[in-house]
Nanobody
Framework: QVQLAESGGGSVQTGESLRLSCVASGASGDTFRTYDMAWFRQAPGKEREFVAASKRIGGSVYTTHYLDSVKGRFSISRYNAENTLELEMNSLEPEDTAVYFC?????????????????WGQGTQVTVSS
């Protein structure tokens, strides 16, 4: 079972930046590089929503997907040798306030659906003040 641990959250003001990290443990050998990974977020009283994904399309080639509202501001990256996934968040807005979760995708399902992921971190809080 792959375990995920997020870090890097905090409290910032509008327009500032944060970088979130997710470290995976329990994966054997070079298996992390084969995983489709994603970031989701959940604000109080709201459903968990897709933010960004890193999807393997062959070999060491990956493609990325983003929620429209974060496109151009957020950037997802991965460092396979370190079993690490990152989310760089720039030009943060109060609407970005949420608990951010790292997740590993299972064998079936859409990349933007929470139901498609079989491993989750415990989340890290991001608070953006106006």
């Amino acid at each position: 079972q792959v375990q995920l641990a997020e870090s890097g959250g905090g409290s910032v003001q509008t327009g500032e930046s944060l970088r979130l990290s997710c470290v995976a443990s329990g994966a054997s050998g070079d298996t992390f590089r084969t995983y489709d990974m994603a970031w989701f977020r959940q604000a109080p009283g709201k459903e968990r929503e897709f933010v960004a994904a890193s999807k393997r399309i062959g070999g060491s080639v990956y493609t990325t997907h983003y929620l429209d509202s974060v496109k151009g501001r957020f950037s997802i990256s991965r460092y396979n040798a370190e079993n690490t996934l990152e989310l760089e968040m720039n030009s943060l807005e109060p609407e970005d306030t949420a608990v951010y979760f790292c997740a590993k995708k299972g064998p079936i399902g859409d990349y933007y659906s929470t139901m498609a992921y079989d491993s989750w971190g415990q989340g890290t809080q991001v608070t953006v003040s106006s």
